[in-house]
């Protein structure tokens, strides 16, 4: 399985008036990594999928902030 985060290198031009971040990276879906949603996947409780946003854990992923 391919992992849900990603990374990559920026640009940095010899003009840039900031300091450069040079490593940005990003959070890909799950629902990219799954052909078709199989039958019979589990299912959160209807109060925690609400909570989650989606009724299959398989589908949940939590977009955490990072700094």
Not at 5 to 23: L, Q
Not at 37 to 50: I, V
Not at 55 to 66: G, I, M, N, V
Request: net charge positive; hydrophobic share 30%.
């Amino acid at each position: 399985m391919n992992s849900p985060s990603k990374v990559y290198e920026t640009f940095v031009g010899p003009f840039d008036p900031c300091p450069p971040i040079r490593c940005k990276s990003y959070v890909t879906p799950p629902h990219l990594y799954m052909n078709y949603q199989p039958m019979c996947l589990p299912q959160f409780t209807p109060k925690e999928a609400l909570m989650k946003g989606t009724l299959w854990p398989a589908l949940f992923s939590s977009y955490e902030r990072r700094n």
